[in-house]
């Protein structure tokens, strides 16, 4: 197929007044200061593509199915304003900036927003006063300047649950910090505007790294309301085990983070709608909300932050964890929360085995379990439990026979109905010979680590991470470097010589 070039010269403006504009396989240049203006909708096909270096003007529809992004690196402005706007296609378009100048527009795809070269990503999403409805589809913003979306009265509209797919709100934030972005979140609904905040107060690691946004309401009338349950979580019960939905708001916040080596750290402050918890089956004492985050097994414990009922908020004082759903609740009556931590370390001629618990819902007794493999367990102690508890509670079990060299630890709950939940695993590298003089610093440490007592007949150095994997190994070295890559946490040294393996803890960080 022959390819032809189509050139709008500079400063010219054209306006096309067919009622579709299709692109099959050129390559469509509009020019530094050129206007094309549409009324109609623009269809970009068969590998076509738009160098747009100055503004798209069009009234209807945006479909790409070119297999491309359409515009890849220009930096030229597309303008909607027309009513009722779709942007779809079978391929994502990359757009450097987007105005909403007219109506509401709906995604039927993904799109990205903001530019696509990573050392020039500076357009701007513009709202105006329309609505942007994700349609269970993702928004990106790939520049990362906190004003890289704008609005006078319009706002994003997430608001679809699991069962649709979560409406996302994808911002290439990278290590950008400090600083304080607002995700323009909107009720369709009552047209409320309920920002989520991110106040960034430490940077994370990671050029490439970004957070995806999403909230969506439920229903305050329903028995239970809080329904449908954020994916993965399957109920929703207070510390004695029973239903607690009319003490949370109804409405769920999801957000995650990908890419960053080092998560950053960041005060959140949620917007939620009077409706949302003074109607219905809800029983909540505003000035009592507190947020409470699920990082898809436990809820964490206690409940954190500050409401502020004239404004509709609550904020959260800087947290470093995410992969999180979000909610808010009644002070005094939290989401349950089990498990706190679970850890197993040698000490002297044993390992010892501690864990926590901040609340217990019929907890019957737990069970300790040891593995060479890491696959295959055996019990080895048991201990009673609580039964129920509303207090965090600590435990301690010694193995007087711990297996030399590297094995694995995890924790059984069993209730009293026989349900079992487990812990994660924890790998342990254990001398048996208890005579190590090694040593290892800086602890903790960040890119390279320092050995002293060495064993003179030294066979290997190995490096292990919290879950038992080999990450790294050297010869007989007093230097362990090129760590920065590794994710920061806690990890094993382990020193292989002929009388065995000598182990110490380290953390990254």
Not at 154 to 180: M, N, Q
Not at 330 to 340: D, M, Y
Request: aromatic share 10%.
């Amino acid at each position: 197929m022959r390819r032809f070039t189509v050139l709008l010269l500079y400063a010219c403006s054209l306006t096309l007044h067919a009622q579709l504009l299709t692109n099959s396989g050129a390559a469509m240049t509009v020019q530094a200061g050129a206007q094309l203006t549409v009324q109609g909708e623009v269809l970009n096909a068969a590998s076509g593509t738009i160098n747009n270096s100055g503004t798209i003007d069009l009234n209807g529809n945006w479909t790409n199915n070119a297999g491309n992004d359409c515009f890849g690196n220009s930096e030229g402005t597309v303008i909607l304003n027309g009513a009722g706007q779709q942007i779809g296609g079978s391929s994502y378009t990359m757009f450097n900036h987007l105005a909403l100048a007219g109506g509401d527009v709906t995604l039927l795809q993904n799109a990205f927003v903001g530019g696509g070269a990573l050392s020039i990503e500076s357009g701007v999403l513009a709202l105006g006063s329309a609505r942007l409805f994700l349609n269970s589809r993702q928004i990106g913003i790939t520049n990362s300047d906190p004003a890289a979306m704008t609005r006078t009265t319009g706002f994003v509209v997430s608001e679809t649950g699991p069962g649709l797919g979560y409406g996302r709100v994808r911002w290439d934030i990278a290590d950008h910090a400090p600083a304080v972005y607002t995700v323009p979140f909107g009720s369709d609904a009552s047209g409320d505007f309920l920002p989520l905040n991110l106040d960034l107060t430490v940077a994370g690691s990671g050029s490439s790294a970004w957070f995806t946004f999403a909230t969506y309401p439920t229903d305050p009338f329903a028995l239970p309301n809080n329904r449908p349950l954020p994916a993965g979580m399957t109920s929703f019960t207070d510390l004695a085990g029973l239903e607690n939905a009319h003490n949370v708001v109804d409405r769920f916040w999801v957000i995650d983070t990908e890419e960053y080596l080092t998560e950053p750290t960041a005060a959140l402050r949620f917007t939620y709608r009077d409706s949302e918890w003074n109607a219905g089956t809800n029983a909540i004492v505003e000035s009592t909300l507190q947020a409470q985050r699920w990082d898809g097994a436990l809820w964490s414990n206690p409940p954190i932050g500050t409401v502020n009922t004239l404004a509709n908020t609550v904020t959260a004082p800087p947290v470093n964890l995410f992969a999180q759903v979000w909610a808010l609740v009644q002070s005094s009556t939290p989401l349950p929360v089990e498990l706190l931590a679970f850890d197993a370390e040698p000490d002297g001629d044993d390992v010892r085995c501690t864990w926590s618990t901040a609340s217990e819902q019929n907890n019957d007794f737990f069970t300790v379990e040891r593995s060479r493999d890491g696959v295959v367990f055996d019990d080895i102690g048991e201990m009673e439990g609580a039964g129920n508890s509303q207090q965090v509670l600590g435990y301690s079990f010694l193995d007087p026979s711990p297996y030399a060299g590297l094995s694995y630890y995890r924790l059984r709950q069993t209730d009293f109905d026989g349900t079992e939940t487990w812990s994660q695993v924890v790998a342990v590298v254990f001398d048996p010979i208890g005579s190590s003089q090694l040593a290892v610093y800086p602890n903790p440490a960040r890119d390279q680590l320092m050995l002293a007592g060495l064993p003179d007949n030294t066979t290997r150095i190995v490096l292990f991470d919290a879950t038992g994997r080999l990450v790294r190994t050297w010869s007989n070295t007093t230097l362990l470097d090129d760590l920065g890559d590794l994710e920061r946490g806690v990890y094993t040294v382990g020193v292989e010589s002929e009388e065995g393996i000598t182990s110490v803890r380290v953390v990254l960080e």
